[in-house]
Nanobody, 124 residues
Framework: QVRLAESGGGAAQAGGSLRLSCATSGYTETAYCMGWFRQAPGKQREGVAIIRGDGTTTYADVVRGRSTISKDKAKKNILLQMNSMDPEDTARYYC??????????????????WGQGTQVTVSS
């Protein structure tokens, strides 16, 4: 069974940085699509970034150029480094996984497995 557990959220100042981590288990790293999503109060959940089994990535427009998704293969963690943060980045951030292949993997898809989320609050 795939298990996902996020950490690293918290408070940040506008212009600052945070690194989120997702501890994973129960899946084959190269076969899965992994992603970070977020949901702000009163808004729909949106995709932030995904990383495919082959290591290629796709970012949503709202974070492209200031965020990096990566894998820590030794620890089986999925990381999201966010820089130049803005109060608009305030949301609950979720890690997600799906067994469908690279052709399917996109921030716009609805993933199979989800963590509980970690709160990120950015103040101006």
């Amino acid at each position: 069974q795939v298990r996902l557990a996020e950490s690293g959220g918290g408070a940040a100042q506008a212009g600052g940085s945070l690194r989120l981590s997702c501890a994973t288990s129960g899946y084959t790293e190269t076969a899965y699509c992994m992603g970070w999503f977020r949901q702000a109060p009163g808004k729909q959940r949106e995709g932030v970034a995904i990383i495919r089994g082959d290591g290629t990535t796709t970012y949503a427009d709202v974070v492209r150029g200031r965020s990096t998704i990566s894998k820590d293969k030794a620890k089986k963690n999925i990381l999201l480094q966010m820089n130049s943060m803005d109060p608009e980045d305030t949301a609950r951030y979720y890690c997600a996984a799906d067994h469908r292949g690279s052709w399917w993997c996109s921030p716009h898809q609805n993933f199979e497995y989800w963590g509980q989320g970690t709160q990120v609050t950015v103040s101006s």
